[in-house]
């Protein structure tokens, strides 16, 4: 595509929040056919510039060009008329509305001023057909309430196809709510869509990904570009070094002793999913569950966690048994981390410091008045411990970066200092350095004789960090083996049931 001129011109883009210089002159160019990755750590600015150029925020300084033409929209309305659409890590689909009602919605087809609902599910099956291969195995008229997240996640971007004037596509971490199979399915569906002449910005912290999908790539560290070019020009370390500004070391699995066990689980089913799941998980012990999206991973952490029925089997916690409430799941010293943070792992309008402290306040209290002196001083030191970059602790949780909303989940487990954590997805959407960071976490939290399980659809991250694997297969849990007897072609084979 050398040649063809620039789609989607960027210079000089700056915004700041208060004293907080979230961009300073960052720049790039996207051509038509082109793949473009935006890369950096959380917290450098990539979602900020996104949402720029998506229309939800207006820049402090700096231009665009959209064909040539002046480019500055007043809100996301504008930009999408304008034929650029994104589609956000974090889900903002209506539940209660169906497959259809959800892509058109905003947009629907009208005729003689009365919504044309033949001309809508035209639309929307012309919108999914690139994500679903044509066999139409979303079905259109279902509540998206129903959907998995990974299902919610392509009527996300069946929507952005959906506006046939779209000539930039966004989209931000796209498989990280998707499995192997999903993933290669969107691939499948951006290459089509790369030689119709449709300009793709990409976001993503999977380097592996970006190397498969992606052209061009421009690197953003600390709101400032720092690197740019073809990808096929660079190597990956060399993306991380750009990055981070430093290399990266990764953590490998440290020897540690196995201890007593402390959570046992004996042929659980749930209304639905798992099937069956047995499996004893011991103290100084990380557990890995692999499995393809909708294998019921998800939906045994929350059966032992309390959050969904249990419909046949135990579930034993030290030496207690029986059906439990995640309150009282807590107080057994179980804590769980949920893959969906937006709207199950935190509460984004509240503070760092509320987040972290609200579900367990009577260490704060002093003469029974909650002090905020203490909760400041206890949430800072599990913001120094976990890194977490943020204004101070009375900023919202919903203002900071994916990767660093994904640490005051984990700190707020480890402020509770429970002996068992349910990790569902732990490094979902955030960035190298922060995914480093979380296995340092986790292993060292194993060798102070915690138990952790894992849930990952990351195969390399299972096997780097955990001791032994069992996988899930149609909500039934397979034989846990040591991870040293594993590979990810093993593990796959058996997710797949080949």
Not at 17 to 46: C, Q
Not at 127 to 154: C, Y
Not at 272 to 285: I, K, N, S, V, Y
Request: aromatic fraction near 4%.
């Amino acid at each position: 595509m050398e040649g063809v001129p620039a789609r989607l011109i960027v210079r000089g883009i700056a915004k700041s929040f208060g004293t907080t210089h979230a961009l300073d002159d960052v720049g790039f160019e996207l051509r038509p056919g082109v793949v473009h990755a935006i890369l950096g750590e959380n917290g450098a600015g990539k979602s900020t510039l996104m949402r720029i150029v998506a229309g939800a925020e207006r820049p402090d300084g700096g231009s665009m060009l959209l064909d040539g033409a002046a480019y500055a929209p007043l809100g996301p309305l504008e930009a999408r008329q304008s034929g650029v659409s994104i589609v956000y890590q974090e889900l903002s689909v209506c539940p209660d509305l169906s497959v259809a009602e959800n892509i058109v919605l905003g947009a629907e087809s009208s005729r003689f001023g009365w919504f044309d609902a033949r001309a809508n599910d035209a639309r929307v099956l012309r919108a999914l057909a690139p994500i679903t291969g044509g066999r139409g195995d979303l079905p259109i008229d279902a509540p998206v309430g129903t959907l998995s997240a990974a299902e919610q996640q392509l009527v996300e971007i069946g929507r952005a196809l959906a506006n046939e004037n779209t000539r930039v596509l966004i989209l931000d971490e796209p498989t990280s709510s998707l499995g192997r199979d999903e993933a290669d399915r969107l691939f499948r569906a951006l290459a089509d869509l790369k030689r119709s002449g449709l300009a793709i910005l990409y976001i993503s912290h999977f380097l592996e990904e970006v190397r498969r999908i992606a052209d061009e790539y421009t690197v953003l560290r600390d709101g400032r570009t720092v690197a740019s070019g073809l990808v096929g020009d660079v190597t990956n370390d060399e993306l991380v070094r750009a990055m981070a500004g430093r290399g990266v070391d990764l953590v490998s699995r440290s020897e540690r002793e196995r201890g007593e066990a402390i959570l046992d689980v004996r042929d659980l089913g749930g209304v639905r999913l798992p099937q069956r799941a047995t499996f004893t998980l011991h103290r100084g012990e990380v557990f890995g569950i692999a499995g393809l999206v909708g294998s019921g991973r998800t939906e045994l952490l929350r059966s032992i966690f309390g959050l969904d029925a249990v419909r046949s089997g135990a579930v034993r916690v030290r030496a207690l048994s029986g059906p439990a409430s995640p309150r009282a799941r807590l107080a057994q010293g179980v804590g769980m981390l949920s893959e969906d943070r937006k709207r199950e792992g935190l509460a984004s309008a509240l503070s760092v410091s509320e987040n972290l402290t609200l579900s367990k306040l009577a260490p704060l209290r002093r003469n029974g008045l909650l002090s905020l002196a203490v909760e400041r001083r206890e949430t800072e030191r599990f913001v120094e411990r976990l890194g977490i970059r943020c204004r101070d602790t009375t900023q919202s949780v919903g203002e900071l970066s994916g990767g660093n909303q994904q640490k005051v989940a984990l700190a707020r487990l480890l402020y509770h200092d429970v002996d068992v954590l349910l990790l569902d997805e732990p490094t979902r959407g955030i960035d190298v350095r922060s995914r480093n960071e979380v296995h340092r976490l986790v292993g060292e939290l194993a060798r102070r004789g915690k138990a952790v399980l894992v849930v990952s659809s990351q195969l390399p991250e299972l096997l780097q960090i955990c001791d032994r694997i069992a996988v899930m297969h149609r909500g039934v849990l397979g034989q846990a083996r040591p991870s040293s007897e594993r590979d990810e072609h093993a593990l796959l084979s058996e997710a797949t049931g080949a």
